[in-house]
């Protein structure tokens, strides 16, 4: 309204992502969504988003190249970082002495989080083997009735936990989950990934093979790779990954070097100080001719 030069920042694809779940499907809600995103990209001066394929989409639904700038989200490195499996979070469930794998977050349609409760269900006669699932969102209520109707023995459902705790949580596991449902990877990269790299373990990563997320597992060589949707095939590669502990030390010391050098705050920050800068000389040239 007052034509202020302004940053759009895309962390995911909207309206895309919900279309590719099913969660919208009037024609007419899409088509005024769609025209709203074009006006966005139209007025933004610059528009940032967080991973490669993601621009991609961006340049193929006619956004131009120059227009956008990509800059991963932040993970505060002080906050998040290694520390002893041994904790008090993980004393207080029984966790040190056993292979966990953890998904903490939100419980949407958008992380096919039934998966995780079919594999820990297959995997329930492996005795060293726990499953953790915490936070909150719309299909919580149905993932814990599916537990519970399992009864399953190996796994653990919490309510959404306070965020001073996550570093001991994701500290207390040794595969941590981050699932993305079949089409959407080209649409977003979770940010918690960067916090459990930073707290230097190994990802679990059930999203599509030319995704974001999949790709910097692959670059980076910190975590598993398994095809979403797939419970069998989460079960395999957990139970696999537990009779490798060192490999995923591995791996997650690959991550925590990877986040320090390329996702943390200070790194971060410094691109959007150098973007902000250019667009700021950028327009005052303009104003001047």
Not at 238 to 264: C, F, Q, S, T, V
């Amino acid at each position: 309204f007052h034509r202020v030069p302004f940053i759009y920042n895309v962390q995911e694809i909207y309206p895309d992502i919900l279309i590719r779940m099913g969660v919208i499907r009037n024609a007419g809600l899409i088509g005024t969504l769609y025209k709203l995103e074009k006006f966005i990209y139209r007025c933004a001066n610059r528009i940032t988003i967080i991973a490669p394929n993601m621009a991609a989409r961006l340049r193929q639904k006619g956004v131009p190249a120059d227009k956008i700038a990509i800059i991963p989200n932040f993970v505060d490195t002080d906050f998040f970082r290694p520390l002893d499996k041994e904790n008090d979070f993980s004393r207080k469930y029984n966790l040190p002495d056993q292979f966990v794998v953890s998904y903490a977050g939100n419980m949407g349609p958008a992380q096919g989080l039934e998966h995780f409760v079919e594999a820990a269900n297959l995997l329930r006669n492996e005795s060293h083997i726990s499953f953790l699932m915490m936070g909150d969102g719309i299909l919580r209520a149905d993932l814990a009735r599916r537990a519970q109707q399992l009864r399953l023995p190996n796994f653990i459902f919490l309510p959404y936990q306070p965020y001073a705790l996550m570093p001991q949580i994701y500290a207390a596991s040794d595969l941590s989950l981050v699932p993305l449902v079949p089409e959407t990877g080209g649409d977003a990269l979770p940010s918690k990934v960067y916090r459990i790299m930073a707290c230097r373990r190994a990802l679990l990563v059930a999203a599509d093979h030319d995704s974001d997320l999949a790709a910097l597992v692959r670059d980076v060589d910190c975590g598993i790779l398994v095809e979403p949707g797939a419970p069998r095939a989460l079960a395999d590669a957990i139970r696999e990954a537990a009779r490798r502990p060192d490999y995923l030390k591995e791996m997650g010391r690959k991550a925590y070097n990877y986040a320090l050098k390329y996702y943390a705050r200070p790194v971060i920050t410094g691109q959007y100080d150098l973007l902000i800068r250019s667009m700021i000389c950028y327009e005052r040239n303009q104003a001047q001719t």
